[in-house]
């Protein structure tokens, strides 16, 4: 049990002892407060997304020393690719990420989240021969919560090890975390598992495991993984596949249906 000390050495006199029990204001003024910068919040975020649509409708938004190659990843000769980038560079790729439209089951699966993409089975992602474009290198893999463990099945499959994780948590702009959809739980974050293939010297740079950055458009990857790769892989060869328009960036290969 709490209590209040007597008025007496150390306490505070009745008169002010009245002023700090008085009633509080009415709570309907906190809400109305609240919903104002929720509502602030909410603008500021849509002037953020429509500004990075602007970018990426922009006739000159193609990074210059990008290189985007729009295809069905389905349809993509992987083999060739792998050749033609050895001839040019006398190596493979030493990094590759990829963003793959996974496929969920169920009546609901999304809760009413609209998908603007279309998605594929894991049999159509685990038939891709993502091994050929690697001999010694990293797979950063973008992965959900459902698909978690395919994930790390598919890495397996191709021949990588399974090393770490990249947890990208999502704020608004009001620097608070970004409440999302979810069938549990509101999802607040996704994460990108790391594989390697062969022998790859990395930089010695301490470089954290959590991305802490604004919520993106549906399926728009934070600037900030690039920035790690490209710090953890200096001057590497890059390749993206399931790229859109908005992920083009300087010295990377970019591959996929809507660019």
Not at 77 to 101: N, S, T, W, Y
Not at 149 to 167: A, F, H, N, P, S
Not at 170 to 197: D, M, P, R
Not at 238 to 243: C, H, N, P, Q, S
């Amino acid at each position: 049990m709490v209590k209040r000390k007597k008025n007496g050495k150390g306490s505070l006199p009745a008169s002010q002892e009245s002023d700090i029990f008085q009633p509080l204001e009415d709570p309907s003024h906190y809400e109305t407060q609240l919903k104002q910068i929720d509502e602030h919040i909410l603008q500021e975020e849509l002037k953020f997304f429509e500004n990075e649509q602007k970018k990426t409708l922009a006739p000159n938004s193609t990074p210059e020393d990008s290189i985007p190659i729009s295809a069905d990843i389905r349809e993509l000769d992987f083999k060739h690719l792998a050749q033609v980038h050895r001839e040019i560079k006398g190596k493979l790729f030493d990094v590759v990420m990829m963003d793959p439209p996974w496929q969920l089951s169920g009546a609901n699966p999304t809760r009413g989240v609209t998908i603007s993409y279309e998605a594929l089975p894991d049999s159509s992602i685990g038939s891709m021969p993502i091994h050929l474009l690697q001999e010694n290198g990293l797979l950063f893999m973008w992965t959900i919560n459902a698909k978690y463990r395919m994930t790390l099945q598919l890495m397996e499959k191709w021949g990588y090890k399974y090393i770490d994780e990249v947890v990208w948590v999502k704020k608004t702009c009001n620097n608070k975390i970004a409440k999302s959809h979810g069938y549990w739980l509101q999802h607040a974050k996704e994460t990108c598992l790391v594989g390697v293939i062969g022998d790859l010297e990395v930089s010695s740079q301490e470089i954290p495991d959590v991305i802490f950055s604004l919520r993106r458009g549906q399926s728009q990857k934070p600037e900030e993984i690039y920035e790690m790769i490209e710090a953890l892989v200096p001057g590497g060869s890059y390749l993206e596949i399931f790229g859109r328009r908005n992920n083009l960036r300087n010295g990377w290969i970019t591959i996929g249906n809507e660019i």
